[in-house]
């Protein structure tokens, strides 16, 4: 059982950055690929990035690549998302994930814990 608690969100203004980290509670955590979703009002969770076990392969949503960077700290089970250039679309609650077998990265399906949630607000 891993249990996940994210935090870091809050509001900021368009072009500004913001870090997000998410601390996994048990000593298997360098075990899992862990992803970032996000989920605006009413819409559907969306995959935004993941990285495998080791942090050597990483992998980000259309949207976001070249703006985010996704890490990780095995010494420290924690994973983090480095926000650049904010847009007032980015606008979600942000949400990590831990999956265990580490396929389909991309789909929510393919993770079997969650954190509940931080949220992230971009003024324009």
């Known amino acids: 059982q891993v249990q996940l608690v994210e935090s870091g969100g809050g509001l900021v203004q368009a072009g500004d950055s913001l870090r997000v980290s998410c601390a996994a509670s048990g000593r298997t955590f360098s075990l899992y690929t862990m992803g970032w979703f996000r989920q605006a009002p009413g819409k559907e969770r969306e995959f935004v990035a993941s990285?495998?076990?080791?942090?050597?392969?990483?992998d980000y949503a259309d949207s976001v690549k070249g703006r985010f960077a996704i890490s990780r700290d095995n010494a420290k089970n924690t994973v983090y998302l480095k926000m650049n250039s904010l847009k007032p679309e980015d606008t979600a609650v942000y949400y990590c994930?831990?999956?265990?077998?580490?396929?389909?990265?991309?789909?929510?399906?393919?993770?079997?814990?969650w954190g509940q949630g931080t949220q992230v607000t971009v003024s324009s």
């Open positions: 994930a831990a999956s265990i077998y580490g396929d389909y990265v991309r789909n929510r399906h393919g993770y079997d814990y």
């Open positions: 990285i495998n076990w080791s942090g050597g392969s990483s």
